[in-house]
């Protein structure tokens, strides 16, 4: 029903029109008005008080006391001071709600002893407001004695319609910032999806684009299997899990195009062990790190370069090792970079701490990095995204 108009200004406003922001408010305050009104007729006539200016006095007063401390604790209390923990002037609004509900209350008993719509000595009832009037003033409302007195029935008549309000402004902020938490947490993954997808397009077109120069006879089976690949992050990856089987498949054809583009000169060995197609994962988790292996590896020396994958599923386990050599002679740089980061931040979204392990190891002239996860059934991922990617060799 309400909705944050500012980051920085703690205001909130209804989402829905004017119009019928205005009738809705004002059928509750009848209805507000129509229970006071029966209330006040209950309580007059219970003790002789049958004078018409006491019912509706009664109504008025009560119901305009309640509108004013609520739209006071709606658009100033609660907003302006509640929520920035301004304390001192939270207690002093709310003072204030009651000493105009207070306020009101002698004006009206005022009014009602000067028309005679009271009389002080027949009636026990009178007592009701003749223990205010005879105070005075001061010690009628603002002294101990007058609070003491009112406090029961302000608790009755105003603080409802503040309960009500304060309560709503929970259950919708609750609602509300679980919706930017949803909101956030699917702007995360598709920005860290963004990252990665666009930094493979760029390397790899940067090797065709030397394969063509070169007029290299096998840059049509690297278009082709760009396409799968290209097909596979941008249609395919994008829902929340994906077949093991599938992802699999992805990452054979990136190594099926990286034997292409090196040949001979680049040892690439692929072992896997284990039944996959029962299982499913978090798309595009292994790419970072064979891509990098040959970033980091291959890339910074073609002299006895070599790159070893292996991956085995077992009892709803997955152990994966990427190891490749690498110069000690080559520049050094940080291995990984937003690649790694973007695959430590994707497993910390999409599961338990105690599901996955995650560790990189570098020695003089070796990167190896280990990924141990327990994995979901593919039960869970939508019928669509059962086919396989194509392999073309």
Not at 161 to 173: C, D, E, G
Request: proline share 4%; net charge positive.
């Amino acid at each position: 029903m309400f909705a944050r108009t500012s980051s920085n200004v703690l205001s909130w406003r209804p989402s829905y029109s004017l119009p019928l922001r205005v009738a809705l408010h004002g059928g509750l305050w009848a209805l507000f008005a129509t229970y006071e009104y029966f209330n006040s007729v209950q309580f007059l006539a219970s003790d002789h008080l049958h004078h018409p200016f006491l019912v509706w006095g009664f109504v008025v007063k009560e119901t305009v006391a309640a509108m004013l401390g609520f739209y006071f604790f709606s658009f100033v209390v609660l907003p302006r001071w509640l929520l920035r923990r301004r304390w001192l002037l939270t207690a002093l609004g709310l003072a204030a709600i009651y000493y105009t509900w207070a306020l009101l209350s002698f004006a009206f008993f005022t009014l009602a002893d000067h028309i005679g719509a009271i009389q002080r000595p027949t009636i026990e009832a009178n007592n009701y407001f003749y223990r205010i009037l005879d105070k005075g003033l001061w010690t009628g409302v603002f002294s101990w004695y007058g609070v003491s007195i009112g406090l029961n029935d302000f608790s009755t008549v105003v603080m409802p319609a503040l309960v009500v309000r304060f309560v709503q402004f929970l259950l919708v902020s609750g609602n509300h910032s679980l919706r930017l938490q949803r909101e956030n947490l699917n702007l995360e993954i598709n920005f860290l999806k963004a990252q990665v997808n666009p930094h493979f397009l760029f390397n790899t077109l940067n090797n065709l684009y030397t394969m063509i120069v070169k007029q290299d006879e096998r840059a049509p089976a690297v278009v082709q299997h760009l396409t799968d690949l290209m097909h596979y992050t941008v249609y395919e990856s994008n829902a929340p899990q994906m077949p093991l089987l599938q992802e699999l498949a992805f990452l054979e054809a990136y190594l099926a195009l990286e034997r292409l583009r090196y040949g001979k000169k680049v040892g690439i060995t692929y072992q896997k062990t284990g039944d996959p197609t029962a299982y499913s994962i978090t798309p595009l988790l292994f790419f970072p790190f064979v891509e990098n292996a040959f970033k980091h590896g291959v890339d910074s020396s073609l002299d006895a370069s070599w790159v070893e994958i292996s991956l085995t599923v077992a009892d709803e386990h997955l152990h994966f090792v990427v190891r490749n050599s690498f110069s000690p002679t080559a520049p050094q740089r940080a291995y990984g970079g937003v690649g790694i980061a973007n695959v430590r931040k994707r497993l910390a979204l999409h599961y338990r701490s105690t599901d996955y392990q995650l560790t990189i190891q570098q020695t003089s002239d070796t990167y190896e990095v280990t990924l141990s996860l327990r994995l979901s059934t593919a039960a869970a991922v939508p019928a669509r995204l059962s086919s396989p990617v194509l392999l073309h060799d």
